[in-house]
């Protein structure tokens, strides 16, 4: 794939730790754009975020949810010396150019996105490079760290199984009533290559349009592919996560022995600190203001510098 690089702005941003952070927009390529966070002083080292399912932006936002998740972690990691790159995901940048055509999305563009910003930083004089995947984005990763040579790779709120037994799971807790629908939807996308029985409540899994991108991202066992990696790991999880349960974490690490494991006591899947119910978690979404949990920065950042 060729690589076609624009910088589109540049300034000077915060000073973290008495040294500037150096902020600028990136074009890896059409489907790549993102922001560059440079500190002044720092160990030739950067972070590669990659966001979650659906149309995520850099900042981790959708259109129903605004949080700023992943600029807050990027900010976060840049204040302690970590340069950091955060992008839109395809989905997100086809929106905007008003291309999207969903039949034609697979789970290995997604892959081939993070490849191509590996092979750009690679040019770039940072000589450790560290995958930070986040929910979808960690599976994204993990499958990047087989083709690409990289340092260290952080998996935040992954699974561990196929998204088929995740959504499956999650229907058993919020919806019981669809879980049956679903197996037999799923069996029939595996074997036959399509499902047309599926309940009206599972369109947005189900849909002709999106059928294509769910048989490629099947088809990928987040714990079969970490046990593939051999660079240090660390995982992450929160208590207060209502998309992603803590044992996915169990079988991530139980698949690979050696990664390190975290669990960050009230963190919820936008990486925040909820203290309350899970109306408040849910509220959080949407609340921008809210900072990402600071033993999260901590963690990361010490594993990082490690």
């Given at each position: 794939?060729k ?19 150096i902020?600028?927009d ?7 754009n ?16 990659i ?12 259109r ?10 990027a900010?976060?990691?840049s ?6 790159f955060?992008?839109d ?8 150019q008003?291309?999207?055509v ?7 563009d997604f892959?081939?996105?993070?490849i191509?910003?590996i ?28 083709k ?22 999650q ?8 879980v ?16 047309e029985?599926?309940n ?7 849909r ?17 592919e ?18 992603v349960?803590?044992?996915e974490g ?13 669990h ?7 990486l925040?600190?909820i203290?309350?119910?899970?109306l ?12 990402v ?6 963690h ?7």
């Amino acid at each position: 794939m060729k690589i076609v690089v624009f910088i589109i702005a540049i300034f000077i941003g915060k000073f973290a730790q008495g040294q500037e952070i150096i902020e600028s927009d990136v074009r890896v390529n059409t489907f790549v754009n993102g922001t560059l966070l440079q500190p002044e002083n720092a160990q030739d080292t950067i972070a590669i975020i990659i966001g979650g399912s659906g149309p995520t932006d850099r900042n981790g936002n959708q259109r129903t949810s605004q949080n700023n998740s992943l600029k807050k972690l990027a900010q976060g990691l840049s204040n302690d010396g970590i340069a950091t790159f955060r992008y839109d995901k395809r989905i997100f940048a086809l929106i905007q150019q008003n291309a999207l055509v969903e039949e034609k999305i697979s789970f290995d563009d997604f892959v081939n996105d993070a490849i191509a910003v590996i092979d750009y930083f690679n040019t770039k004089g940072f000589s450790t490079i560290i995958l930070v995947g986040h929910s979808q984005g960690a599976l994204i990763a993990t499958l990047a760290a087989q083709k690409r040579d990289v340092d260290k790779l952080v998996c935040i709120a992954g699974a561990g199984q196929t998204i088929d037994k995740v959504i499956v799971d999650q229907l058993a807790l919020q919806a019981p009533g669809l879980v049956d629908n679903a197996t037999q939807a799923f069996a029939d996308l595996k074997q036959k290559g399509k499902s047309e029985k599926f309940n009206i409540g599972l369109v947005s899994i189900f849909r002709p349009s999106v059928q294509p991108f769910m048989k490629t991202w099947m088809r990928y066992d987040p714990a079969t592919e970490l046990s593939k990696i051999s660079i240090p790991i660390l995982l992450v999880n929160g208590s207060k996560d209502l998309q992603v349960n803590e044992k996915e974490g169990e079988i991530l690490k139980n698949s690979n022995p050696k990664a390190k494991s975290i669990h960050v006591k009230d963190m919820n899947h936008v990486l925040k600190i909820i203290e309350g119910d899970d109306l408040e978690n849910s509220k959080s979404y949407n609340e921008s203001y809210r900072p990402v949990a600071t033993e999260l920065i901590e963690h990361l950042v010490t594993f990082m510098k490690s």
